[in-house]
Structure formats: structure tokens, C-alpha cells
């Protein structure tokens, strides 16, 4: 909604796509990008300005209205009569103006979609005289949604030419006017939010006016496609206006976000005796994973309306997104007298704290693009590198070239970017207490004190890895964890937390080196194809080879550190890494039968004696999975975990999608899952813990899901065994 009368109110919305890092756009799945959270590298600090000012490129408007073709003049003679008429011929649906309101990218083709909302003048033929012959029929079609799709964000096509969206039926609380589509996607199902009315009057969709009797509310449609939505019976709207209150004259959708499971629809409303403060509210949607249009819950927020600077008042078309944690909300306030889009940072949803830098983008001078003062955003992507950032931005406003509203396209300057500061690896604690004696591995060689330490500081490299630096290993550990840093995925370390790890140097291998980089959970090293795969350290701390050589293996003990919870010292009574020796298939050996389906009850503790304790049965955790090649049963709740979708980040944007294929990244397993008592934050409980060729395994029943399945901290003990670091 959007009046061009500048004393009334002056509604047109934000809807954002956020895309962040140097991949691009956010997407899911083989659909377009979610409109929720999103990432900027580094972290910003509160108040710091992501871009100070934005340049209009390219100067001319990307997507305008389509043009209406020109009515023709007809004269007829009938008799002694001369009759005039115009023919005004069927005409395109969107002549009027261009309101882009939300931009995703699919995934798939790579193409920009914008849903964006337009409207056709109502026709009436225009002709002079009396009787035959008729003009033809009128035509109208009044406020819908389109789509356009671009490769470039640039040069933008209509698929189609007719609307994929359009006001309900006659009696329908949106049967006049319908716009503003906010658009997200959760991998499964395309909803859209949009504005809708039965308000009666002009067609035009930027001059409407609305009513206390027909007021503007918020709708949803659902689409499996993106293209073709469907209001799927849904007969009422999600978000109606509240009497007495701030926005009792219309709520309209501006951008959503979904942070945790939850749907944070945000809205501009309006008080229909106070036509010019229009302020900005919070409705939320605790389970919209799983929401259908018929069991939606739309609760207005209770802090209602958003604050900027203590202030509810002129905010409009708000948009949110979190960077590095920190929550940023785009606005629009015209309080100067022209539309300014500002930037403010969030101590919460619902309160916030102008950028000190001012506003964002503003009118051009007098032009093509000069704007009249009106302008609203449609869309921001945000992309950089460990070097530099830079951004886009798709908005809509009036030209004073056509006096249409368009959309166009600006950039962000290039900001330098300082780079991460190194991480410094933690300290190890010294061990205190006798240390076990290891066993001999299963292959009989004796255990060998280990040989002097190779690496060391004279080895550690200063490079960064990232994009500029050896970024194959950055690409696989963000994939699967950065998407876990930044809160977008709820779920256990794959790598840890450190995007560049805590160690990155060269080690021998055959005659010469290759370049490794150890994370908490394992060690990446670089192949001689220039790709990148996980070790087989867990085998290796088991067995006590220690790989040097495609075929090349040197002896030592094997490894004395608890494969799971507290550090051995503290932690008696959980197997170390030495303690699988006795059941561990180092040498295709000590094969167990197909259990699948069985409970699983066996123990197994610090000597490797094998047990049972039946009270574990209680947990349900049976064996899922049977292993041909080594011959040992994967537990359900591993197997699952390795065969479970979430959302990852690929070199395009986020997706929803395998989160990492098991073989490659843990290994076969090496022995059956057995339960142990670990003492875990200085807690003794229950873990289940199986290894595998590259990684531990753990299962912690008392923890909160996701987090129940773990990978063991294999990474930083083989650095420690390997460098004969102490506990």
C-alpha cells in the first residue's frame, strides 16, 4: 500500500533476501533462498555500519510496468450519423507500477526470483455519439502478484503474463485488493504472506485508501512450486488489526525471519485517526516447521510496537536479520520529508538503536532515478570475502522520467575487511596420576615409546586458510559448521566451532609433506587431486600406526586419552583409545554377527572387557545398521544421525540437504557400540560411544536433543599423541 498523497500514510514494504558470506544467496534445498537470518564476515560490533551509503547501478530502472498498448480511434458513418470511439485493447496486468517485495535465488537454476505486486487501471472506452456500434468490453483486473526471474539480478524477464496470485472472490475479506507478498521457504513449502482487503473504490493499488468497515489484514498462500500459490481453504486471514490499538486500521507484512523453529513475521500498522505515525509490530509463529495454512497461530508480540531510539513512531516496512549474532533491522522513516531507509542494531526483537552513520539510500538528485522523495526497499543481498564485502540492493520508487513506480538496483562499496586475528590453540593441562600401561595392538607389533616430535612451532604456517588461502579446507568444514555457528542449524560439531582450526601446518607423508589442519573432532588433509578428506586417526590412536605413507605405518603406543567426556585423569573408569584394542577390526578381524533390531546392552570398560548391563535398555537404542566389510553393527542412533538433512551452506547459499555423507567423513565402524560410564563435566553418566576408522562416536542420553550425538574430540587427541603433547 502506498499513497501519493504525502500527508497520508505511505505504506510500501520491505521484503528482504540477506545473503551473506562470499556464497552468495541463502537457499534451500532445490527452491529458492529463505527470507530469515543471515551472515556478514566478520562479526560486527553494535552500531557499525554495514554500508554507509549506496550507488543506484545501473542508472536506469531494472524491471518498470509493462506498457499499455495504445487505444485506437475509430470513426464510423451510419447513415447520415458520424460516430468516435477509442478502442482501448485487452491490456497487460501490471501497467500501473512495480512494487517488488521480496528477491530469492533458486538453487537449482541459479535465477533471481522477485515477487513483486502490480496493479492495471480500470479502462472505461472514451467515445463520442449515441447507439451502435458498442465499444468494446471493459477491461480490469486491479492490485495482483507476478513474478520476474533474472540470471543477474540485473536484466529481469516475466515468465509469465498473467498474475500467479490475485484478490479472492467476491464476499472474501480480500476480494479487492491483494499485495506486498513476503515469500519464505523451509525447503518443503513456499508461503507467502501478502495484504489483502475488500476496501471498494479506485484500482489503483498505490492510492488505495482503506476503510475501518474494510480494513487491510495479512493473508497466507501456500505453493509446493513457488509459482503457482493457493490459499488451500484458508477462508480468514493470519493477522487481523486489534481495536483500540496502534494498528486498528490495517497490518501489512514486511519481512520475515525464522530464527530457532520460529517465524518472526514483522508488519507495518497503522491507527486510522493517526494517518501519519505509522509504527511497526512483531507476530510470531512458534512452530512453523511444521504449520499449515489451517493451523496457523500468528501471536502479536507484547512489546508491541518496535522501538528505535525509545521511539515507535514513522517506522515502517521493517526488515531484520542477524549478523554474527548481532540483530540489525532496516527501516523506513520520512520524517525529513522524503522517504530515508536507516539502519539501527537490536538489543532484542522488539528494541533498537539507530546507526549513528544515518540513513542508507535517499532520493537522487533530479532525474531519471531522482525518486520524488519516495523509495522503499525490495530486497539486500550482502557478500564478501576475508578481504572485502559488498552489497546489493533491489528497491522500488517513483521516477520523475515516468512518474512510475519501478524497481531498481544500487551497490554497496567495497569495505576492507581486517582480517580474523589467529587462533591461538588451548592450553593442555598437565597430567597429574599414573598413566595406564597400553596394550600391544591386535596385530602383535610391541608398543614403542613414540619418536621425537615433528611439527612444532617451526612447523604451525601463518596462512590463513579461507578463500584466498588453500580454500578447499575452508569450504568443507563450512559446508556442515557454519551454519551451526551462525544458529541457522541446530545440532552437534561435525569439525568445532573454528572456522580455520586450531593447528594448520605441513607433516611428512611418503618422501616429502602435505598440508593438514587439525579441528577439534578431526584432521583435514589435503590429497594429491588438490581435494581434501579426513584421516583415519581414530584407527590410528587404536592401533598405535601411525600413518606417514600411503602404505607406510611407524609404531607407537597407542593412544592414552578417555574416548569420551573429561580428560583420563579425571575420568577412571571410560575406555581409552587403547582399551578398543580387544575389539576393534584393525585387521579385519573380530567380526560380529548381524544384530539388527537387537537392544543394545554390552559394555565395555577401561581394560576393553566387554559386558552388559541390561538397565541400559531403558535408553531403546537398538543396532540399525550392518556393516559387510568389517563386520560390526552401527547403532540406531548413529546411523540416523549419519543419514539425517539440515541446512548447509553451499558455494550458492544455504540449503536443506544430506548434511555430510558418513563413509568419507566417519569411516566404517571399526567395533560394535558399547555403553560406558563417563564422567562428563565432572558428572558421571551414561554415554554410548562406538568407534570408527576416522571418528568417536558418542551418545549421551541425559543431554538436550540435538545435541545427544557428539563426535568425539579425535582431532585435538591425535594432535596431542601425535606431538607427544601431555594431557
Request: with cysteine; proline share 8%; charged share 15%.
Amino acid at each position: 500500500m502506498y499513497s501519493t498523497n504525502r500527508g497520508l500514510f505511505k505504506c510500501f514494504s520491505i521484503g528482504f533476501v540477506v545473503l551473506f558470506g562470499w556464497f552468495a544467496l541463502l537457499s534451500t534445498g532445490n527452491g529458492p533462498a529463505l527470507e530469515r537470518a543471515s551472515y556478514a564476515s566478520p562479526a560486527q560490533s553494535p552500531g557499525t555500519t554495514i554500508f554507509p551509503s549506496w550507488v543506484i547501478s545501473p542508472n536506469i530502472a531494472v524491471l518498470t510496468p509493462r506498457p499499455a498498448p495504445t487505444p485506437v480511434k475509430h470513426t464510423v458513418i451510419i447513415g447520415s450519423n458520424t460516430y468516435s470511439y477509442t478502442e482501448t485493447p485487452a491490456q497487460p496486468w501490471d501497467t500501473e507500477y512495480i512494487k517488488a517485495s521480496t528477491v530469492l535465488q533458486d538453487n537449482t537454476s541459479k535465477t533471481y526470483r522477485m515477487y513483486y505486486e502490480s496493479n492495471t487501471v480500470i479502462l472505461s472506452n472514451n467515445y463520442v455519439g449515441g447507439g451502435d456500434p458498442q465499444p468494446l468490453t471493459q477491461f480490469s483486473v486491479g492490485s495482483a502478484i507476478g513474478i520476474a526471474t533474472s540470471s543477474d539480478g540485473i536484466n529481469w524477464t516475466r515468465p509469465t503474463s498473467d498474475p500467479i496470485f490475485t484478490h479472492g472472490p467476491p464476499g472474501a475479506w480480500d476480494s479487492s485488493y491483494v499485495g506486498s507478498p513476503r515469500v519464505v521457504f523451509d525447503g518443503n513449502i513456499y508461503r507467502m504472506f501478502y495484504v489483502g482487503s475488500s476496501v471498494t473504490g479506485p484500482a489503483s493499488g498505490v492510492n488505495r485508501r482503506f476503510t475501518a468497515d474494510a480494513p487491510a489484514y495479512v493473508g497466507l498462500a501456500e505453493s509446493l512450486d513457488g509459482i503457482n500459490f493457493s490459499r488451500n481453504g484458508l477462508t480468514a486471514p493470519v493477522l487481523t488489526t486489534t481495536v483500540g490499538a496502534w494498528d486498528n486500521w490495517y497490518v501489512e507484512p514486511s519481512s520475515a525471519r525464522i530464527e530457532n523453529g520460529t517465524l518472526k513475521l514483522y508488519y507495518t500498522g497503522g491507527d486510522q485517526n493517526d494517518k501519519v505515525n505509522f509504527r511497526t509490530g512483531l507476530a510470531t509463529e512458534s512452530n512453523f516447521s511444521s504449520f499449515t495454512g489451517s493451523s496457523v497461530v500468528l501471536t502479536k508480540a507484547s512489546g508491541n510496537p518496535v522501538k528505535v531510539n525509545g521511539t515507535s513512531n514513522r517506522i515502517r516496512s521493517a526488515y531484520t536479520s542477524r549478523f554474527d549474532n548481532n540483530l540489525f533491522m532496516w527501516y523506513v522513516n520520512n520524517s525529513s520529508g522524503s522517504d530515508l531507509i536507516y539502519q539501527s542494531y537490536g538489543n532484542d526483537d522488539l528494541n533498537f538503536t539507530r546507526d549513528p552513520d544515518g540513513n542508507v539510500i535517499k532520493p537522487g538528485p533530479k532525474g531519471p532515478n531522482d525518486l520524488l522523495g519516495q523509495v522503499d526497499i525490495g530486497g539486500v543481498q550482502i557478500y564478501g570475502t576475508p578481504d572485502f564485502r559488498r552489497g546489493i540492493m533491489w528497491f522500488s520508487g517513483r521516477s520523475g522520467s515516468n512518474l512510475l513506480f519501478n524497481a531498481y538496483r544500487a551497490e554497496g562499496p567495497d569495505l576492507p575487511v581486517p582480517p580474523p586475528a589467529a587462533v591461538t590453540p588451548l592450553p593442555f593441562p598437565t597430567r597429574t596420576g599414573p598413566t595406564p600401561t597400553p596394550t600391544t595392538t591386535a596385530g602383535g607389533i610391541p608398543a614403542l615409546p613414540p619418536p621425537v616430535p615433528e611439527g612444532g612451532p617451526g612447523a604451525f604456517l601463518t596462512a590463513t586458510p579461507g578463500e584466498g588461502n588453500y580454500p578447499a579446507f575452508y569450504q568443507l568444514w563450512r559446508r556442515v559448521d557454519e551454519p551451526v555457528r551462525l544458529g541457522f542449524a541446530q545440532r552437534s560439531w561435525l569439525y568445532d566451532g573454528l572456522p580455520y582450526g586450531f593447528r594448520y601446518l605441513r607433516e611428512r607423508y611418503e618422501e616429502g609433506s602435505r598440508l593438514v589442519l587439525y579441528h577439534d573432532k578431526a584432521r583435514m588433509e589435503a590429497t594429491a587431486d588438490g581435494g581434501v578428506t579426513n584421516g583415519l586417526l581414530a584407527k590410528e590412536l587404536i592401533s598405535g600406526l601411525m600413518q606417514v605413507g600411503d602404505n607406510k605405518f611407524e609404531p607407537r603406543n597407542p593412544a592414552v586419552e578417555a574416548v569420551a567426556g573429561d580428560a583420563i585423569e579425571l575420568n577412571q573408569t571410560n575406555p581409552a583409545y587403547y582399551s578398543f584394542g580387544k575389539v576393534a577390526s584393525l585387521n579385519n578381524d573380530k567380526r560380529v554377527a548381524d544384530r539388527s533390531g537387537q537392544v543394545v546392552i554390552e559394555t565395555l570398560n577401561r581394560n576393553g572387557d566387554v559386558g552388559a548391563d541390561n538397565t541400559t535398555s531403558a535408553f531403546g537404542i537398538t543396532y540399525s545398521y550392518y556393516d559387510q566389510t568389517l563386520g560390526h553393527n552401527v547403532a540406531s542412533v548413529f546411523w540416523n544421525y549419519f543419514q539425517q538433512r539440515g541446512t548447509v551452506l553451499l558455494g550458492t547459499g544455504f540449503a536443506n540437504d544430506q548434511v555430510f555423507d558418513w563413509l568419507s567423513t566417519v569411516g566404517l565402524p571399526l567395533s560394535e557400540p558399547f555403553w560406558t560410564k563417563a564422567v562428563v563435566g565432572g558428572n558421571l553418566k551414561d554415554v554410548l560411544v562406538q568407534a570408527f576408522e576416522r571418528r568417536i562416536m558418542t551418545y549421551t542420553p541425559t543431554n538436550l536433543d540435538p545435541f545427544k550425538v557428539e563426535m568425539g574430540n579425535v582431532g585435538r587427541h591425535y594432535f596431542r599423541w601425535r606431538y607427544n603433547q601431555s594431557q
